[in-house]
C-alpha cells in the first residue's frame, strides 16, 4: 500500500523537513531554496558544524550533545508533512537511517534528493 501525502488546506503550505548529512551543506542549500521557492516550509538542520565558542571546548562537553540534537531534529521531523532526504549520490549515513526509519513509523512520505527529478513545467510527477 502505497501512502499519499497528506495534503495540507488549501491556504498552508507543505512543511518539510530536510534530513541528511552534514557533509552536505551546499546541497542542503540549494534543496531549501528550491522547496521554498515552490512554496513549501522548510525545516532545516540548525547547524552543519559545531560553532567556534570562545573558551569553550566541544571535546569535554559531557551533555550528550550529539543524542540532544538527535532528539530535536526528531522533533522536527515530527512537525513535517514530508521528509525529504539530501542524499548525493544516494550516501545514506546511520543518522540518516534512523531518521528515515522514524519518519516511516509515523507515516510521514519520504523523497530523496538521489530519486527525485524537479519538476519544471508545473505538472506533479506521479499524479
Not at 548529512?21 to 521554498?36: D, I, K, P, Y
Not at 515552490?38 to 570562545?54: A, K, N, T
Not at 531518521?99 to 512520505?109: D, M, N, Q, R, T
Request: charged share 30%.
Amino acid at each position: 500500500m502505497e501512502h499519499q501525502a497528506p495534503r495540507p488546506p488549501e491556504d498552508e503550505a507543505k512543511v518539510v523537513t530536510l534530513c541528511g548529512s552534514t557533509r552536505f551543506e551546499a546541497e542542503f542549500a540549494e534543496v531549501n531554496q528550491r522547496l521554498t521557492m515552490e512554496g513549501c516550509v522548510v525545516i532545516s538542520l540548525g547547524m552543519f558544524s559545531l560553532p567556534d565558542l570562545p573558551g569553550y571546548d566541544w571535546t569535554a562537553d559531557s551533555s550528550d550533545l550529539k543524542g540532544r540534537l538527535g532528539g530535536v531534529h526528531f522533533q522536527k521531523i515530527r512537525m513535517a508533512d514530508e521528509v525529504y532526504i539530501v542524499d548525493p549520490g544516494g550516501y545514506l549515513g546511520e543518522s540518516t537511517r534512523r531518521e528515515i526509519a522514524y519518519a516511516e513509523s509515523l507515516g510521514k512520505p519520504v523523497r530523496y534528493l538521489s530519486r527525485d527529478r524537479p519538476t519544471r513545467t508545473g505538472d506533479a510527477a506521479g499524479e
